[in-house]
C-alpha cells in the first residue's frame, strides 16, 4: 500500500508523522485483538478476525512507511544545520552537522532529498577541501615557530636545572647535620622514657592484679544471675513455640479439609457439566443422524459442526465421539457418492454433446474412459450400483446406433463410413454384454471391400506439384532391404548436382553399393555397405554419417529427424544428405479388413526420406500402410498398402492399384526390383 492509502486507511490528517502512523496502527490493532478477544457475536469476531489479518497484512508496508518518515524527518532535522553552517563558511561543523545525515540510507529517502543530500555532501567535500589547504599553510607556520620557542626553553630550563642542582646539593648536606644532632637527642630522651615507662608498668601491673581480682567475683555473680535468667527464658521461648506449632498445625489441618471440599466440589461440578455437554451432544447428534436420515446432509452437517464446537479446543470422547465420526463418515460417503453421479451424469451429457456434433471419435473415446476408469479404494461397490448400470446403457446404446448408422452406409455404397464407424465403436465393444456379436457384424459390413488385381510392383517414381510453385519427386519402394549407391544395379542410384571441380571426382566419393536399409515391423536398420553372401559386413571407402556422427556398425534408425549424409573429405562438403522420418502403422488410420496389417495397428509402417540438398528427388520406404501425406500433405487422404505383390492405393472409400494413378500426382515409372 502506498503511503496516501495507509493515511486513508488508518484515518490521519494530511500532516501526519511517523510517530503518528505507528501510534494509529499499533492502537488500531490492539483494538482489534481486544475486540477479537471480547467475543461477541460469530459475525462480529469474524468481522475482527478479517480487520486483524488485514492489519497484519499490511504490517510490512507500515513498517517501510514509518522507516522512510523516519528518514526523511532525521534529514530534515540536521540538513538545515549543515547548510546553515555552510553558508557561514563554517565548513567543519557543516561536516559535524552532516554525519547524521550521512547514516540515513539514501534508498529510504524522496529523490528530491536525494538530490538535496548530495549537493550538500559536494558543498562540504569542497569547503573542506579548502579549508584543509589554509589550515595546512597555518599549521606549517605554526610548527616552526613552536620549534623556535621550544630550543629558547630547553635552553633555560637547562640553566635552571644546573642551578637547582647546585641548591638541592647544599641544602642536602644542612640536612644531613640536622638529622644527626636530632637523633643524638632522641636516643637521650628514649632512655629516660624508657626508665619511666618501666616504673609506671611495674605501678600499673600490681593495680591490674588487684582489678581482676575484683572483676572475677562480680563475674561469677553475673554469670550466676545470667544463667538463671538464661534459663527461664528458655523455658518461656519453648512454651511459646509449642504453642505456634500447635495453632499452625490446627491452621494446616483446617486449610486441607477445605481444600479436599473445594477439590470435592469442582470435580462434581466438572462431572456434572460434562455429563450435561454429553447428554446435549448426544441429543444434537440424534437430531443430526434424524436429518441425515430425512436426506438434509446441510442440517446433518451444521449439527455435527455445533457438537465440535462445543467440544472446542478439546475433542469428544466415548459414545458422543464414536456417533460424530460415524456420522461425518456418512455424510462423508453421502458426499463422495453425489460427486460420483454427478461425474458420471456430466461425462455421459459431454459424449450426446459430441454425438449431436457429429464427433464420434471423441464421445467413444470418452465413454471408454469412464467406464474404465480407476476408481478409489472403497467406493468400488457405489460405483458399480450408481453409475455402472447407466454407463454401460449408454455405450450399447452409442455401438447400436453406429452400428445401424454403419448398416445404412453399406447400402449406399460407403465402404470409407463404414471403416470409420467400425474403428469408432471398437473401443467399446469389448466392454458391453454381446460386444463379439456387434463387432462382428462390423466385421461383416467391412468385408464387403474388394482388394482388385494388382500388377506386380515394388518400386514406383511419382510428381506432384510441391507447395504450388516446383515439381518434386516421390520415389517408393516396398521391400525388406534398399541399397544404395551409384551402379545401375542398386536399389536406388544416388544422384548428387555437380559441385564446383572436377564433378567425376564427387561422384567417385560415393560407392557403387555405398549404404544399405534394413526395414520390418519391428526395427529400421542402417549399415554402412552391404552385407555380403556369408553375413559378413562391406564397408564403403568413405562412410556414411548420422548428424555428422560416422556410422561404424549397424545402427536402428529412431527417425526423429536425424540427417543421413554422405561426405567428402577431400571435398570438405556433404555430396547427398536426407532427413529420416519414422511412419508408424497407427497413422494409416482405419483401413478395411482385406487391407489391414496382419499385425495389428502398433508398428513401423515405412521410412520416410526427405532429401536436403540440391536434388528434388524424396524417398518412401514401405512395409505396411503409410499415407501419403506423410510426404506431402496435399497427397492426403490417399494411403500406400504394399500386399505383397503389388501396391494397393486407398482412397478412404476404395481400393485399386497404385499403378494406375495416384490423384494429385502422375506416375512416371513403376516395376520390380532388380533382385526380384
Known sequence: MTGEE????????????????????????????????????????????????????????VTLLVTRMRAAEEVNKYLPKASAHVKAGNFKLADVSFKYVRKVPAD????????AVEEMAARIEEGLAGSAAAEAEAASKAAEAEKARAEEAARIEAEKASAEREEKARLAREEEERRSREEQAQRK???????????????????????????????????????????AEEAARLRQEAAAKKQAEEAARRAAEEAALEKTRREKAAAEASARRDTESLATLARAEAALAASDEA????????????????????????????????????????????????????????????????????????????????????????????????????????????????????????AQL?????????????GEAIRAEFAKLSSTVTLPNLRPCARMSLEYSHGGFSRRCLQVIAAPSVVFGRSVSADVVVRVATPPGDPRRSNQVIGRRHLTIEITPAAITLIDGVRGESGTLEASKNGIFLDGRKVLYPKKIDGS????????????????RWTLHLVKVAEAGELPGVLAPQGGFAGIAG??????????????????????????????????VPTGGGIALWDGSTAKDATEGVPGAKVLSAGQLSFV
Not at 518412401?620 to 506431402?632: H, K, M, Q
Open 6 to 61: 495507509i493515511r486513508d486507511f488508518l484515518d490521519l490528517e494530511e500532516t501526519f508523522t511517523s510517530g503518528d502512523v505507528q501510534k494509529a496502527y499499533s492502537q488500531r490493532l490492539e483494538k482489534e485483538k481486544q475486540a477479537l478477544a471480547n467475543g461477541g457475536s460469530r459475525a462480529e469476531r469474524m468481522m475482527a478476525r478479517e480487520k486483524l489479518s488485514r492489519l497484519e497484512r499490511i504490517q510490512g508496508d
Open 607 to 640: 521410412l520416410y526420406m526427405e532429401r536436403r540438398d540440391e536434388i528434388a528427388e524424396d524417398l518412401l520406404l514401405l512395409c505396411g500402410p503409410v499415407p501419403l501425406a506423410a510426404a506431402d500433405a496435399s497427397l492426403a487422404p490417399l494411403v500406400l
Open 299 to 418: 442440517l446433518a452437517a451444521n449439527l455435527a459442526a455445533e457438537v465440535r464446537f462445543a467440544y472446542s479446543p478439546d475433542r469428544p470422547a466415548g459414545a458422543v465421539a464414536a456417533r460424530l465420526e460415524a456420522l461425518a463418515a456418512a455424510l462423508e460417503s453421502l458426499a463422495g457418492r453425489r460427486r460420483m453421479v454427478a461425474t458420471s451424469k456430466a461425462r455421459l451429457a459431454r459424449a450426446d454433446s459430441l454425438v449431436v456434433r457429429g464427433d464420434y471419435e471423441g464421445a467413444s473415446q470418452l465413454l471408454c474412459e469412464a467406464l474404465t476408469e480407476k476408481v478409489s479404494a472403497g467406493n468400488e461397490k457405489d460405483w458399480e450400483i450408481l453409475c455402472r448400470p447407466e454407463l454401460i446403457s449408454a455405450c450399447e446404446k452409442f455401438v447400436r446406433a453406429r452400428l445401424a448408422e454403419a448398416q445404412q452406409a453399406s447400402l449406399s455404397g460407403r465402404a470409407a463410413a463404414v
Open 108 to 115: 529510504l529517502l524522496p529523490e528530491d532529498l536525494q538530490m
Open 561 to 576: 529427424g536425424e540427417v543421413l549424409s554422405i561426405a567428402s573429405a577431400q571435398l570438405g562438403a556433404e555430396v547427398a
Open 422 to 434: 467400425a474403428g469408432v465403436a471398437e473401443r467399446l465393444t469389448g466392454l458391453i454384454s454381446g
Open 189 to 231: 630522651l628514649a632512655a629516660e622514657e624508657a626508665r619511666r615507662q618501666a616504673e609506671a608498668a611495674r605501678a600499673r601491673a600490681a593495680e591490674e592484679e588487684k582489678a581482676r581480682a575484683e572483676e572475677a567475683r562480680l563475674a561469677a555473680k553475673a554469670a550466676e544471675e545470667a544463667a538463671a535468667k538464661k534459663a
